[in-house]
């Protein structure tokens, strides 16, 4: 029985994707949160094909896409997007032209004609890090000229850390937040203070740019900030991350919107 990996952001609306595929014979592996490791995991031991809906944080599971194609194991296997918003699939169709894109009716169809024909020499999209190794920190954060940015418990480098800004940027330290900004920048020293932080910040995710920046290299185990801390405090606060990026040597970033 062909084993197909469901990626979908959301268990409730899964169940249908769910069904379609066991009722045409084919095994389904789903998790709703994207859990590190998960790659590695697809790399070792990969399914027949990848169903990717995109009617849910379409832009990480381009990302999830993309990545994919990077690893000589899961670059030929067959990837199918679901749904999604037509300017965004349009968008991502341009970016893998090679991958099958239908509506859920017509879902079990498209992926045994996916699975009958693989791609032999696939599309390899830059993977997102590599797309932004020449960007400037302020370009990856989303920082523009003229945008007021609240800075939450920076180090006393924060300015080397952050580098050059475009014109009339206007940085403010402050505790909680500012609800003029568009970009709040929060540096996370420790698990207590992350959560604390997240917690009074959490509502300005509404209407900014809500980043938590964290140092490369920590270990849970030591009580140290890492990518898995941050996703996992943000989600118990109803917070959904969806974009990563490397800041400088030292420190990671990730963006939260609220989990819908």
């Excluded at 389904?28 to 399914?47: A, D, I, Q, T, Y």
């Excluded at 909680?176 to 568009?182: T, Y």
Aim: aromatic residues 6%.
């Amino acid at each position: 029985m062909p084993r197909v990996r469901l990626i979908h952001w959301r268990t409730s609306e899964a169940a249908a994707h769910i069904l379609k595929l066991r009722d045409a014979g084919y095994e389904v592996e789903h998790e709703e949160e994207f859990r590190p490791g998960l790659m590695k995991e697809w790399r070792e031991f990969p399914p027949h094909a990848f169903v990717i809906d995109l009617s849910r944080l379409p832009s990480q599971g381009r990302e999830i896409a993309t990545a994919l194609r990077q690893s000589k194991t899961t670059r030929t296997i067959p990837i199918v997007f679901c749904a999604g918003d037509p300017e965004k699939v349009a968008h991502i169709r341009q970016l893998l032209p090679d991958a099958a894109y239908c509506e859920l009716r017509k879902l079990a169809g498209t992926l045994k004609k996916a699975l009958a024909a693989p791609p032999i020499d696939p599309v390899r999209p830059i993977a997102m890090m590599d797309r932004y190794k020449s960007r400037t920190a302020a370009e990856k954060l989303g920082i523009r000229e003229g945008h007021h940015v609240a800075i939450v418990n920076p180090p006393c480098d924060y300015q080397r850390v952050l580098g050059p800004m475009p014109s009339n940027v206007h940085l403010e330290e402050t505790g909680d937040g500012a609800p003029s900004a568009q970009v709040h920048l929060c540096f996370a020293h420790d698990p207590d203070q992350l959560v604390s932080s997240l917690s009074a910040l959490r509502h300005h995710a509404k209407t900014s740019k809500l980043w938590i920046l964290w140092r490369k290299g920590g270990k849970a185990a030591a009580g140290d900030v890492t990518e898995r801390v941050v996703r996992d405090t943000a989600l118990d606060l109803g917070l959904v991350d969806y974009k990563i990026c490397s800041v400088n040597e030292i420190w990671t970033a990730m963006c939260f919107a609220l989990k819908r």
